[in-house]
């Protein structure tokens, strides 16, 4: 739709006036002038108005091949070296199928205003000019599919601008509040939640960065500052733990939180197998005895008599141990699958919280990274973190 709104535009420009004078000359691959068509590459035709006329001075250019090259009108045309030649207004070129190949704007000779060129893959080049001279220091560089670069004119590298905090964009996602940016060809992105877990407490800063320019950008969360407002009004700052430094945290409340869990299981296992049992035996009785005396003498007769009873009770228990060997094999069984089943419940989340942390790392052109990183929490009222991308700050502040 472009090409075609630029060779429409410019086929009712182009009409030319019966009465022009037509004259033919030939360049060589260089733009060169040569006598001969044998050695050219490429052939004008000039169309030069009566002098009486107001009619502009026109040109079209064509491969030797008898393809249009390009059209545009002039001020004057040099045959010997074409750099020299001065032309004017909106002059289009053309690739061989056709397609423009660039839209260029001159004032008496010179470029000013926009400049579009276009590459045979899709690209479009987008430059500036005032009277000849470049108005930016980069050309803007773009795709098909919408991804955007600034490119230096000078080192043809990457050009990156600061990314003023003015910028800065909010947008909600599920009641969550996002800051972002949109610079450089990046959308950067960043919320910060406070997170009390298992393995600490954190200002937890999760982080998305969309790589919408045509070029891949380094990411290095080591470049991750941050600082606190104290209560006192002081600025401090703030340590942003590291993949390693956050993952040994994980690791060592694992550890402990293993080694309470195998002792568990330890005393459980010494005592698979064995059950106890208690039997009671209660006894009584009474027992009583009887005794008689009697006498003689000169004097008269004596008797006496002697009577007791005792009683007797008590109890007895007996505790027996048995073993059961299968019991004691199912029982250390069903241990061994819940330390199973914890050890892969600790992993998975050593493994969740290892990929979802963000490491050093490269995102190509269309491509997104999210993650995020831990920031130590002091009393405070605000946070202030910063990302540092291909050497811009992009500046986040949270209140707490």
């Known amino acids: 739709m472009l090409v075609f709104a630029f060779t429409n535009l410019y086929a009712q420009k182009g009409k030319t006036s019966v009465k022009s004078k037509i004259d033919t000359v030939f360049y060589d691959k260089n733009w060169k002038g040569v006598g001969v068509k044998d050695f050219a590459e490429y052939y004008r035709v000039i169309y030069l108005p009566p002098l009486s006329s107001n009619e502009p001075k026109r040109f079209k250019d064509y491969y030797i091949t008898g393809e249009l090259q390009a059209e545009g009108c002039f001020v004057s045309i040099d045959k010997s070296d074409d750099s ?15 397609l423009v190949q660039h839209r260029s704007n001159y004032k008496n000779g010179v470029r000013d205003g926009e400049h579009l060129y276009f590459t045979e893959d899709g690209l479009c080049v987008q430059d500036y000019y005032d009277n000849g001279v470049p108005r930016f220091p980069y050309v803007i560089v773009s795709s ?10 000078i080192d043809s590298r990457p050009y990156m601008e600061d990314a003023d905090p003015k910028d800065r964009q909010t947008f909600y996602d599920n009641g969550a509040v996002w800051q972002y940016y949109q610079k450089n060809g990046l959308t950067v992105a960043l919320n910060c939640t406070y997170v ?9 800063c999760r982080i998305i960065i969309r790589n919408n320019s045509l070029h891949p950008i380094e990411f290095n969360p080591g470049l991750i500052t941050a600082l606190y407002l104290s209560n006192r009004g002081e600025l401090n700052t703030e340590k942003v733990l590291s993949a390693d430094e956050y993952m040994r945290k994980v690791r060592r409340i694992q550890n402990l939180s293993a080694v309470a869990t195998g002792i568990s299981a330890g005393l459980s296992n010494s005592n698979a197998g064995y059950s106890t049992s208690t039997s009671t035996t209660s006894y009584s009785g009474s027992s009583s005895s009887n005794a008689y005396m ?6 008269g007769y004596s008797y006496g008599s002697a009577y007791g009873t005792s009683y007797y009770s008590g109890s007895e228990t007996t505790r027996t141990v048995t073993y059961d060997a299968a019991a004691a094999a199912q029982q250390r069984a ?9 050890d892969y419940s600790q992993k998975a989340a050593y493994q969740r919280r290892s990929e979802g942390y963000l490491r050093r790392t490269t995102i190509n052109p269309g491509d997104e990274l999210v993650g995020y990183v831990n920031v130590e929490r002091s009393k405070g009222s605000r946070i202030d973190v910063n990302l540092n991308i291909s050497g811009v700050n992009y500046e986040f502040s949270w209140s707490y």
Do not use: H, M, P
């Open 84 to 98: 020299k030649s001065r032309l004017d207004g909106e002059v289009y070129g053309y690739f061989k199928n056709g």
């Open 144 to 153: 098909a599919d919408g991804r955007v670069s600034k490119i230096n004119r």
């Open 196 to 204: 009390k877990e298992d393995y600490g407490k954190w200002n937890q």
């Open 294 to 299: 009697s006498s003689y003498g000169n004097k």
């Open 334 to 342: 069903l241990t061994q699958q819940r330390l199973a089943d914890y």
